[in-house]
C-alpha cells in the first residue's frame, strides 16, 4: 500500500539554524517519483523538487537539499541558515504510475515550521 | 491565466445546501486533481481526470459528490446535501502530462455551519 510518514507534526528553530524534515514512504512498485511542497499560510501549495525514484543523487538548490535514500525509504528535506520567510507547513508526496490514475499525489501529514527571529 | 484559478475562494454553506467549486486549470494542461485537505491534515485525493475524462474517482467519499471537466478545460466540485464533516479546503491542481509536475491553485475554503 501506498503510504507517507511524516513522524515530525511541529518544529520550531531560531533563525539560521539547520532543520531537517523526515519524510517515510512506503511503496510496492520500483517506478515511483517524490516530491515535497510547501504550504505557506495562504494556502497555496508550493512545488519545491520532484524526484524519481531511478535517481538517488542528492540534489541542492540553494538553501535547501533533499538526501533521497532508497535502503530507508526515505526523502528528508534539509533547510539550511534557515529563516522567518520560511515558516509554513511542508509536505512530502509520492506518485506511482498506474493504470489511468494519472500519478495522484498521495501526501503525508504534513511537517508546520517555525523560524522565529 | 498563469495559474490554476479556484473559485470562490471561501464558500459558507448551511447543513444540506448543495455546492458547486469551480477550478479553471493552467491552459493545455492535460491532467485536472482535485483534493481533500481537512484541517491540519494532508491534502486527500478526490479525483482525476485526463482531458474530459473522469479516469478515477476512487477519493470521492460519497455519492454527494460529483465532479465534471464537459470540455476538458474548466472542472467543477458539486457536493450535494452538505454536511459538517465535508467543510474543509478543496484543492484543484493540474499538470501537462501526469509527473511532470502539478500546479495547485489556492484552493476554496468550504464551511458547512
Known amino acids: 500500500a501506498q503510504k507517507v510518514t511524516q513522524a515530525q507534526t511541529e518544529i520550531s528553530v531560531v533563525e539560521k539554524e539547520d532543520v531537517t524534515l523526515d519524510c517515510v514512504y512506503e511503496t510496492r512498485d520500483t517506478t515511483y517519483y517524490l516530491f515535497w511542497y510547501k504550504q505557506p499560510p495562504s494556502g497555496e501549495l508550493v512545488f519545491l523538487i520532484r524526484?524519481?525514484?531511478?535517481?538517488?543523487q542528492n540534489e541542492i538548490s540553494g538553501r535547501y537539499s533533499w538526501n533521497f535514500q532508497k535502503s530507508t525509504s526515505s526523502f528528508n528535506f534539509t533547510i539550511t541558515a534557515s529563516q522567518v520567510v520560511d515558516s509554513a507547513v511542508y509536505f512530502c508526496?509520492?506518485?506511482?504510475?498506474?493504470?489511468?490514475?494519472?500519478?495522484?499525489?498521495?501526501f503525508g501529514q504534513g511537517t508546520e515550521l517555525s523560524v522565529k527571529p | 491565466g498563469a495559474g490554476v484559478s479556484q473559485s470562490p475562494r471561501y464558500k459558507v454553506a448551511k447543513r444540506g445546501q448543495d455546492v458547486a467549486l469551480r477550478c479553471d486549470p493552467i491552459?493545455?494542461?492535460?491532467?485536472l486533481f482535485w483534493y481533500q485537505q481537512a484541517l491540519g491534515q494532508g491534502p486527500e485525493f478526490l479525483t482525476y481526470f485526463q482531458n474530459e475524462a473522469q479516469l478515477d474517482k476512487s477519493g470521492l467519499p460519497s455519492d454527494r459528490f460529483f465532479a465534471e471537466r464537459p470540455e476538458g478545460s474548466v472542472s467543477t466540485l458539486k457536493i450535494q446535501r452538505t454536511q459538517q464533516e465535508d467543510s474543509a479546503v478543496y484543492l484543484c491542481?493540474?499538470?501537462?502530462?501526469?509527473?511532470?509536475?502539478?500546479?495547485f491553485g489556492s484552493g476554496t475554503r468550504l464551511t458547512v455551519v
Open positions: 491542481a493540474s499538470s501537462f502530462t501526469w509527473n511532470y509536475g502539478y500546479t
Open positions: 524526484r524519481n525514484s531511478f535517481d538517488e
Open positions: 491552459s493545455g494542461h492535460v491532467s
Open positions: 508526496a509520492l506518485s506511482e504510475p498506474g493504470n489511468n490514475q494519472g500519478g495522484k499525489l498521495i
